[in-house]
């Protein structure tokens, strides 16, 4: 379902074992489940995009983090790259990184 997603180069990535990127991303997820109990929301972790994706799926609204936004180095809490378009929902990464395509609306 990705359109044009960049695949971010290992060295700017948290390792997918790093623990406390991934207690983030549940953290993030957790609250937003609170908040919109009637969207669906899971994690791609192991993938290098750096992407938030919403969309209907076979369970619904849907909106999926993938593990390149979520363990990019520069991606931290309150920062320009967690603000705006998809981190309205996810997070944004406004990063050197990416540049793709969003479906951004």
Not at 57 to 64: D, H, I, M
Request: glycine residues 10%; aromatic residues 12%.
């Amino acid at each position: 379902m990705p359109i044009c997603d960049d695949i971010i180069p290992a060295e700017h990535l948290w390792p997918v074992t790093a623990p406390w990127p991934l207690i983030r991303a549940r953290g993030l997820i957790a609250r937003f489940r609170k908040h919109f109990p009637n969207i669906k929301f899971d994690l791609f972790w192991e993938t290098g995009l750096m992407n938030a994706q919403a969309f209907f799926g076979p369970e619904g609204r849907s909106v999926r983090l993938y593990g390149g936004l979520g363990r990019h180095r520069r991606v931290r809490r309150g920062t320009q790259e967690t603000r705006g378009s998809v981190w309205a929902l996810l997070g944004t990464p406004r990063s050197r990184d990416s540049t793709g395509f969003t479906s951004d609306a």
